[in-house]
């Protein structure tokens, strides 16, 4: 093989075909912000404000979801490093970040229920768990898709990780909404519902990852 | 990193602009100067020389593609190292290929010399069996770092593993190789 390129494969290549740098994978991340922004104005706008929010305080309420999207946009940093060439976090890493994430959601969780403790009666069970399960997975998939969309214009080489990455990303985006609506605190239904929805947008961005990845730029 | 790679670099990141400015003619001054390195990185990789001309040419379309990933601020080698991974990965996925050391012959242009370590070991051929009969993901770290002059950062993010194991990935595939090459006598 000589030092020169061959023939054939410049042929490949369109000459004058200009482009431009993609931003780096934070300055990227941030798009997650007004996205989270606009499903908060969504469930704010449709459903309201949820019935206990003085008992729950300002803290406990807005500023933990505004935290919950700060690590949405986190996460969807690490996701959008997996698509660049060379900038691949490591697993740990990614592990440490997605635990973090989960653990965050169950300490809001308790501390809501610490100064708000509702239940949902027994007879609504299924039909609350129902709505909150289905209804964040709803909102949180154009978040999931406007990642995905981003990650489409990188390089993946491990595109079911990014995939479930991305998902998890949208559903702490989605539930930081759905928490300002949905009323009860109760750690079992919250971790079952609003937990459980997070969880399945990531196996959904982790499904979609495996099996798109051959149509991806890749 | 030295002055000299330093200016290596610099010069890279010129070319890497150009191209991305639609340039063919840095694209191919790239080829020229990255060449060796994706060649000998990808027989690395891959222990099978056959493969490794065949994945040459798919490593600089797969480049072509996704130069807009490169960023201006950043090194070129660890990219274009991600993207040489990236090919190798999707071979493995495609083909279900399985290394086996029965068909391992490193490519020549890995320059298994420039590695201090191993001054006055054996001979070349003797180095790249060697090279050849140590774990994978060793391999990988041990090219990078002592051959390609990668730091353990860039090895890291090319690798997708921790800093940390990186170094000890690159320190044991050492011990493999001075483990081979001596007949376990160290």
Same mark, same amino acid.
């Given at each position: 093989?000589?030092?020169?390129?061959?023939?054939?494969?410049?042929?490949?290549?369109?000459?004058?075909?200009?482009?431009?740098?993609?931003?780096?994978?934070?300055?990227?991340?941030?798009?997650?912000?007004?996205?989270?922004?606009?499903?908060?104005?969504?469930v704010l706008a449709w459903w309201g404000l949820r019935a206990d929010h003085t008992a729950v305080g300002p803290g406990r309420l807005w500023l933990a979801s505004l935290l919950q999207v700060a690590l949405a946009v986190m996460l969807a940093r690490f996701t959008l490093s997996e698509s660049i060439p060379g900038q691949h976090p490591s697993l740990r890493s990614h592990l440490v970040v997605a635990i973090a994430a989960v653990l965050f959601v169950v300490l809001v969780t308790e501390a809501t229920f610490a100064v708000s403790r509702t239940f949902v009666p027994a007879a609504w069970a299924p039909r609350f768990f129902w709505i909150c399960f289905t209804r964040p997975i709803v909102l949180g998939l154009p978040v999931l898709i406007l990642l995905g969309v981003m990650l489409r214009h990188g390089l993946?080489?491990?595109?079911?990780?990014?995939?479930?990455?991305?998902?998890?990303?949208?559903?702490?985006?989605?539930?930081?909404?759905?928490?300002?609506?949905?009323h009860v605190s109760d750690p079992s239904h919250v971790l079952a519902a609003h937990v459980g929805a997070i969880l399945s947008l990531s196996a959904t961005g982790m499904l979609a990852g495996y099996f798109l990845r051959n149509g991806s730029t890749s | 990193m030295t002055d000299t790679s330093d200016a290596a670099d610099a010069e890279l990141r010129a070319l890497m602009g150009g191209y991305q400015a639609g340039d063919v003619e840095a694209f191919d001054a790239l080829y020229s100067r990255t060449l060796p390195m994706v060649r000998g990185y990808l027989s690395a990789l891959t222990v099978d020389r056959s493969a490794t001309h065949d994945l040459v040419q798919e490593v600089y379309l797969q480049m072509h593609r996704a130069r807009r990933t490169y960023d201006p601020a950043r090194p070129v080698r660890p990219w274009i190292a991600g993207i040489t991974r990236h090919v190798w990965?999707?071979?493995?996925?495609?083909?279900?290929?399985?290394?086996?050391?029965?068909?391992?012959? /490193? %490519?020549?242009?890995? =320059?298994?010399?420039?590695?201090?370590? /191993? %001054?006055?070991?054996? =001979?070349?051929?003797a180095l790249a069996r060697a090279l050849a009969l140590t774990p994978d993901d060793q391999r990988e770290a041990l090219v990078l770092h002592h051959v390609y002059g990668f730091t353990f950062r860039e090895v890291a993010h090319t690798a997708g593993c921790s800093e940390g194991a990186a170094r000890i990935r690159a320190s044991r595939g050492m011990a493999e190789l001075r483990r081979q090459l001596t007949g376990g006598r160290t």
């Open positions: 093989m000589t030092g020169r390129a061959p023939d054939s494969l410049k042929a490949a290549l369109i000459a004058g075909d200009r482009v431009r740098p993609l931003s780096s994978p934070a300055r990227r991340a941030i798009w997650i912000a007004p996205a989270a922004a606009a499903v908060m104005a969504t993946l080489s491990r595109p079911a990780l990014a995939g479930a990455l991305a998902g998890l990303a949208a559903g702490l985006a989605s539930d930081a909404a759905w928490r300002l609506y949905c | 990965l999707m071979a493995v996925r495609s083909y279900r290929r399985r290394r086996s050391p029965e068909v391992a012959a /490193l %490519d020549e242009s890995i =320059d298994l010399a420039v590695i201090p370590d /191993l %001054d006055g070991f054996a =001979d070349r051929d």
